[in-house]
């Protein structure tokens, strides 16, 4: 069978389009330092890859809440501190002004820093993170805030009981928050027993004052036991972001095997294809007659 010089030219230009193609293969990954760039490349490693980034995306966004937990839950533990610390002065005042040394004088005075240390609890309770009420349950954000008070020093509670979860991991949240009404008044209601001591001291009553020291010592323990409990909650976000750091690395690892060109191997490659390339181009040019007439034999 007679072979054309059509046949020979569609034949070379086959393999010149092969062979470049191929070249600009290896200097496609060579570029982009990735071994797969679309579907083609490899089909089974594309789905690979696509399931580890998925995976990466939802890792981000767990170590995103986690982030969010510990840094409401960390300001949550600074605020209970400073509740504690008040609580502990009043405390001492009700210890000292209970004895018989005490006069109604400095009872009245003891009367007015007891108001202050009230004020002070009733700010820290309507704390705020990042424009959030920290102790309003679901009410983060309204223009009334947890917390108020009259002119006779009755404390009334404004947010809910809501608690706001965030998600650390498929089927795993952490409550975040503690509401106002379960900080301060569960089981001593921390306002009220201030509230009494004040008026105590102001009707010079150290029976009264010595009989609420037992209170405060329970309303302090109420705040401590919310402390060791956030405390908790911070740790396990911690335990959980270490889990996603060490996971988060093996996913990565596992991406780039997949997905990474060995450069070394790929400059290899193209060292070698562009001198087959080079080749060809030689051969084509001794092969094919610049002649229209021979073209069209």
Do not use: C
């Not at 490349?41 to 510990?70: C, F, H, S, T």
């Not at 009259?150 to 952490?174: F, L, R, S, W």
């Not at 008026?199 to 009553?205: F, H, V």
């Not at 450069?263 to 040019?285: G, I, N």
């Amino acid at each position: 069978m007679r072979v054309s010089n059509r046949q020979i030219m569609d034949t070379i230009t086959k393999n010149l389009f092969q062979n470049e193609k191929r070249l600009l293969e290896l200097q496609n990954k060579i570029s982009s330092g990735k071994r797969i760039n679309r579907p083609s490349d490899d089909p089974l490693g594309m789905k690979r890859v696509l399931d580890y980034r998925k995976l990466l995306a939802q890792i981000k966004q767990y170590k995103k809440n986690i982030a969010y937990g510990e840094t409401w839950l960390k300001d949550t533990e600074s605020v209970l501190g400073s509740v504690s610390d008040l609580l502990r002065r009043a405390k001492e005042i009700a210890v000292y002004q209970a004895t018989g040394t005490s006069t109604a004088q400095t009872r009245e005075i003891a009367a007015q820093e007891v108001k202050n240390l009230y004020d002070q609890i009733i700010q820290l309770a309507n704390s705020k993170w990042k424009g959030n009420f920290i102790f309003a349950g679901y009410q983060t954000k309204t223009n009334l805030p947890p917390f108020s008070r009259d002119e006779d020093y009755n404390a009334t509670y404004q947010g809910d009981t809501g608690k706001i979860e965030v998600i650390v991991g498929e089927g795993n949240k952490v409550t975040i928050n503690l509401h106002g009404q379960e900080v301060f008044s569960q089981e001593v209601d921390i306002f009220l027993t201030l509230k009494e001591l004040k008026e105590s001291l102001e009707n010079n009553d150290p029976e009264m004052i010595g009989s609420l020291v037992e209170e405060i010592d329970k309303a302090f323990n109420q705040i401590d036991r919310y402390r060791a409990e956030v405390g908790a909650r911070i740790n396990r976000l911690e335990s959980a972001e270490n889990y996603w750091n060490n996971f988060n690395l093996n996913i990565e690892k596992a991406l780039s095997d997949t997905e990474d060109a060995d450069l070394t191997e790929v400059m290899t490659d193209l060292l070698s294809q562009q001198a087959v390339y080079q080749a060809s181009l030689a051969t084509t040019a001794r092969i094919i007659q610049p002649s229209l007439i021979d073209f069209l034999r």
